[in-house]
């Protein structure tokens, strides 16, 4: 960890190394990946990572950290060869920074925010102002895993000034939800389902019920919080 170099100089190693794997006379395996050819990849580098965090194992999750920082990379050399609309790794690198530090008017700024819950709100602000989004639901990536999209989607219904139709179950609180879970997906192979399938209808379900309250509540102003 004691480098005498400033920090961020093996980053630009890296690029190096990466564009000469990519240019010509160097990597044929490389040259011929896409955005589309390396998600596969992407996917997989993300579960090693989470894997590696869950496990504890500190050089483990410094390798997984480098495979993943290996696919920004890799997808940063691709987009700079693109004819139409080309950025680069730098291009990148300033989009987040800017993000950042736009996103910390507390840090960067002379926005008040004492607590962590005031950065969230105060983050998911400026998120829909610069998105442009209408609904609580916009910008939830829906191609994530079933049981993190259902959670994704009842954090953001919290935030809506609604009152919500949240699913219950009468689950009692010394349960084991683990175990419940896993029973449920039993239950649901005993049926000939796919619970993955079927947790992913119920969140659109539950989605387009959220942005049908919100342009209910939109046309009527004072009710249920709209406007």
């Known amino acids: 960890m004691n480098r005498p170099d400033r920090p961020g100089a093996a980053l630009l190693e890296l690029v190096a190394v990466m564009d000469r794997l990519r240019s010509p006379g160097g990597c044929p395996w490389d040259a011929e990946q896409t955005h589309t050819s390396l998600l596969k990849y992407l996917v997989e580098e993300t579960y090693e990572t989470i894997e590696a965090v869950e496990s504890g194992d500190r050089a483990h999750l410094r390798e997984e950290l480098g495979d993943l920082l290996l696919q920004v990379v890799f997808h940063a050399r691709i987009a700079a060869e693109d004819a139409e609309d080309p950025f680069d790794i730098d291009d990148v690198a300033a989009g987040i920074s800017a993000k950042l530090v736009r996103r910390h008017p507390h840090v960067f700024a002379d926005v008040v925010a004492e607590t962590a ?47 919500l139709p949240v699913p219950q179950a009468d689950v009692p609180a010394d349960a084991d939800l683990g175990e419940l879970l896993f ?25 387009a019920t959220i942005r049908d309250l919100e342009q209910t509540a939109a046309r009527e102003p004072g009710e249920g919080g709209g406007a």
């Open 117 to 163: 819950a005031d950065v969230e709100a105060n983050w998911e602000k400026l998120k829909a102002q610069e998105k442009g989004r209408s609904s609580a639901m916009d910008g939830v990536p829906l191609a994530q895993p079933a049981l993190a999209l259902a959670d994704k989607l009842l954090s953001r219904a919290e935030k809506a000034p609604l009152v």
């Open 183 to 207: 029973a449920t997906v039993a239950a649901a192979r005993a049926r000939g389902l796919d619970a993955e399938a079927e947790l992913r209808a119920a969140c659109r379900r539950f989605a």
